[in-house]
């Protein structure tokens, strides 16, 4: 018989439960709680990312299905659907936001050195958007066509390790674009996108902040700025390549 721990709980190992504690202390996150503690609703949670669980029920089922092991996961609370339901409504996201970002700020601490094909010691940020899905007569408020609702996430990937460094929920209808009023620039890195991000008012915001990006130009380009595609438009003007 296996005497040893449970890999989940070898991997969990790994994490600064003290800052957990911190983050559920600090928005007071076990306030009431009488079972179902914060860190039961984590463990479920990143127990069902890890094993790529697809819905509450299948978390519930699978967990149940080992419910002797659950202790020994770190798991003291009940599982149940209803409550896991509960928990993710009602509990504040900040703590696993704050989490999760100190969590991404030790993975870029591991992966700064690391070799990713470009001779480059400044960061290298990648942002993109993925749409996700919804039904509408499930989430009425996900509004994106007339039969079918979304959302998007957009994220900003550190290239070193492609580490998360910022990721934003918007509505379906939201254009990727607009995302960068949101990111706050770093100087001297650079910012690799794609064409759907080609809005000059932002890229020349981009510049100021002593930041730099490269993209590859729209087709039309050239009505806009004078200039046919296959020249070059000055990186210290634009920074943008020829498709």
């Given at each position: ?233 000055s990186p210290a003007v634009y ?5």
């Amino acid at each position: 018989m296996n005497t040893g721990k449970t890999i989940f709980s070898q991997v969990i190992e790994h994490l600064p439960m003290h800052t957990f504690r911190k983050c559920v202390k600090r928005y007071r996150g076990n306030y009431k709680v009488q079972s179902f503690s914060c860190l039961d609703q984590f463990l479920c949670m990143a127990f069902a990312q890890l094993t790529h669980r697809e819905s509450l029920h299948d978390i519930e089922v699978c967990l149940l299905a080992q419910q002797t092991k659950l202790y020994h996961m770190g798991i003291r609370g009940k599982v149940s659907r209803s409550t896991l339901a509960d928990a993710n409504e009602n509990r504040d996201w900040r703590i696993y936001a704050d989490f999760a970002q100190s969590l991404i700020h030790t993975a870029r601490e591991l992966y700064q050195n690391e070799d990713f094909g470009v001779d480059l010691q400044q960061t290298v940020y990648a942002p993109d958007a993925t749409t996700i899905d919804l039904c509408l007569s499930v989430f009425p408020w996900a509004k994106f066509r007339k039969a079918k609702g979304a959302v998007k996430l957009h994220t900003l990937l550190d290239l070193r390790g492609n580490i998360p460094t910022f990721m934003q929920i918007s509505d379906g209808k939201m254009h990727i674009v607009k995302v960068l009023d949101e990111i706050i620039p770093e100087p001297g890195s650079f910012y690799v996108m794609d064409r759907a991000y080609l809005d000059f008012a932002r890229l020349y915001l981009l510049s100021q902040n002593g930041a730099f990006f490269v993209t590859r130009a729209k087709s039309t380009i050239s009505d806009s700025v004078g200039f046919t595609p296959d020249r070059w438009i000055s990186p210290a003007v634009y920074g943008v390549i020829k498709p």
